[in-house]
């Protein structure tokens, strides 16, 4: 269950935004004040999910369970659940499972786990569309007899060319002036499974030659003989999705069913059918409102879900939780937080008009709380051996480093000094350049946290490569001393001790698309593939990070945040996955 009942993107009282001013509008008005459940008696409305708490408005998470959430999925969770929240009112997380061929028990798991780790909770108000198969089958029925339905033979060939262009009209089928009684007679036959995929179709009985294609007699119910992922063989029709998701919404007290602009141009179909069942009787009025904003439009990432499975089955990622996925399941894993997602759906705030979003927002959101919640450590990711000849062999000490430099109350950890240190390979150089004050021979550094150093010579292989590095400590100088400040060195670099480190394998993750529109122009969207996306290096870890639980964030000074994986960690063998590095370093 989520530990955030009140998440950080809630929107304040003093944000606006043209949804936020439509709901304020309709609270002042008391449009949906007694709005209650259902409209006339009967099973639909009775089934055990109702909602019966007094939700001044209520909003809607819809997704179909046929895959993985994405980092546009973020934005709409955020939003739905955040207005419900700031309004006194209760989204419904609903399951739109009318497909039953591409929907499965992993993604309705999946999709519960992503929404609760952005930190939302639906409690009683979770529910699929196939709670419904049974209203929407009488919903089709009452269409056909009150003549606004029937069932159409033609094949899907023919239905197109018959259906028109956007600046020519469609012209109307054969089937379409048949009878009541015999379309709901074939209607009958088709739920009895005397016909096979695709042999004849439910439409809509609205206008042919509207200039909105959406309303051109619409298929609302089709043939699929196929098992439901939890009706079984009890349904061989399925209702249509824009057939199904407006009943959903009213059936569940929707007030405000909040959709991307691609169903812009499916609105008037959605009043048309509310309209017409609630003037049958079967639906109560006020009816739910349909209200579209501009999706999330990310930079360096795709959001197809047509490309991120050939992504997923093609192998060029490891599956759906791949850290460099732009799934929830993903993110997660790489390291992003669910109050890093929140800050950034209220940063972006919502619009009408579409727009790009540069990843960096992004990034630059997870920055901003991970500098706030992730404990600093060390790690040397490109270890190089420092040998301080002047130190004892066998000797320790301990030096101290803040947990966070921020967070006093955090404490400190001590770390071991020994005589041998790893250090970075790039914190020395046998000809330094002009303003390179880390380690070359006869030039000082500071140790952090510990020591000023001076560097005394070198040591290579037969190769050229250097090996370690030599040099002294100045004894009266450590770090927290009174004599600490004695000597001004402008160099300062991180180490870990030789003997004490822990090795662990340390993922180095970039953005898995080099160029900010994949597959723009017609282009194979795969050409576009950063091979620089992940690295595996062996690092030298602080001891502190040797017992590190998975899922545990970090700041590794200098190098970024990081956190423990959750799938390869073991105890006592962290594997490290790079969220976010420390700065955007390819600049705005």
């Known amino acids: 269950m989520s530990k955030n009942p009140r998440p950080a993107a809630e929107p304040a009282a003093s944000s606006s935004n043209f949804i936020r001013s439509h709901i304020e509008a309709d609270l002042a008005s008391g449009k949906y004040a007694a709005r209650t459940w259902g409209g006339r008696p009967g099973p639909a409305r009775a089934h055990a999910g109702a909602p019966a708490d007094p939700a001044k408005i209520r909003t809607r998470f819809p997704p179909e369970p046929n895959g993985y959430l994405h980092l546009g999925h973020a934005k709409s ?160 029709i399925y209702p249509m999705y824009t057939f199904a998701h407006p009943i959903e919404d009213a059936l569940e007290n929707i007030t405000h069913s909040i959709c991307t602009l691609e169903f812009e141009d499916q609105r008037p179909f959605y009043d048309w059918l509310l309209g017409k069942l609630a003037d049958g009787g079967l639906l109560a009025r006020p009816l739910p409102q349909q209200i579209e904003f501009a999706r999330l439009n990310l930079t360096n990432v795709v959001l197809s879900k047509r490309r991120l499975i050939q992504l997923v089955e093609e192998q060029h990622v490891s599956g759906w939780d791949d850290p460099r996925m732009p799934t929830l399941a993903g993110a997660r894993r790489r390291g992003y937080t669910p109050e890093g997602f929140r800050l950034f759906a209220e940063r972006i705030g919502v619009s009408k008009a579409d727009s790009w979003i540069d990843y960096s927002v992004l990034e630059d959101c997870m920055r901003e709380h991970l500098n706030e919640v992730a404990e600093r450590r060390v790690a040397v990711l490109d270890p190089l051996k420092l040998i301080i000849e002047n130190y004892p062999e066998g000797q320790q000490e301990d030096c101290f480093a803040p947990n966070h430099p921020q967070k006093p109350e955090l404490g400190q950890r001590a770390m071991p000094l020994t005589r041998e240190l790893w250090i970075e390979r790039e914190d020395f150089t046998e000809t330094p350049p002009k303003g390179y004050f880390r380690l070359f021979p006869g030039n000082k550094v500071r140790l952090r946290y510990g020591y000023v150093v001076e560097c005394t010579g070198f040591s290579k292989d037969q190769q050229g490569r250097i090996t370690a590095v030599h040099c002294n400590y100045l004894p009266d100088t450590k770090s927290g001393t009174p004599g600490a400040e004695s000597i001004k060195v402008k160099g300062n670099i991180h180490w870990v001790s030789a003997v004490r480190a822990h090795a662990a394998e340390v993922r180095l993750y970039d953005r898995l698309f080099k160029a900010p529109h994949p597959g723009a122009g017609g282009r194979d969207f795969l050409l576009d593939l950063n091979p620089e996306s992940a690295r595996s290096v062996t690092a030298q870890l602080e001891p502190a990070l040797a017992g590190a639980a998975a899922g545990t964030r970090f700041q590794f000074e200098r190098h970024g945040y990081f956190v423990t994986d959750l799938r390869d960690s073991a105890p006592g063998r962290p594997v490290l996955n790079r969220a976010v590095t420390l700065r955007d370093s390819r600049g705005r």
């Not at 619409?218 to 009890?234: F, L």
């Open 77 to 236: 969770i955020c939003l739905n659940f955040g207005l419900a929240l700031g309004y006194g009112g209760a989204c419904h997380l609903r399951f739109d499972d009318t497909n039953p061929e591409k929907e499965e028990q992993e993604y309705v798991d999946s999709i519960r786990d992503a929404v609760q780790w952005l930190g939302f909770e639906w409690g009683s108000n979770g529910y699929f569309a196939s709670d419904y198969f049974g209203f929407m089958y009488e919903a089709a029925e009452y269409l056909i007899t009150s003549g606004n339905a029937y069932v159409d033979e033609q094949s899907a060939e023919q239905m197109r060319a018959s259906r028109g262009t956007l600046t020519e009209p469609g012209k109307p089928g054969p089937w379409r002036e048949r009878p009541a009684a015999e379309s709901l007679a074939r209607l009958r036959e088709m739920r009895e499974g005397r016909y096979a995929d695709g042999a004849m179709v439910l439409r809509a009985k609205i206008d042919m030659a509207s200039p909105n294609m959406n309303l051109r007699d619409p298929a609302i119910y089709r043939i699929r003989k196929a098992t439901h992922h939890r009706t079984g063989d009890a349904w061989c």
